[in-house]
């Protein structure tokens, strides 16, 4: 029997499109978090 996480919140991310699970070293700013790696935050587009 295998073990799963229960639903976690999502967010999209607006660099890649895709998807991306809450995390525990989120669990203090998840508020504030927009992206979902360092890769994407400073790829980030303009318009923002």
Do not use: A
């Not at 639903?7 to 699970?21: A, Y």
Request: glycine residues 2%; positive net charge.
């Amino acid at each position: 029997m295998s073990h799963h996480k229960q639903h976690l919140p999502e967010k999209i991310c607006p660099t890649c499109g895709l998807p991306f699970s809450w995390r525990k070293k989120w669990r203090n700013n998840w508020e504030n978090v927009k992206y979902c790696s360092e890769k994407c935050r400073r790829n980030k587009t303009t318009s923002d």
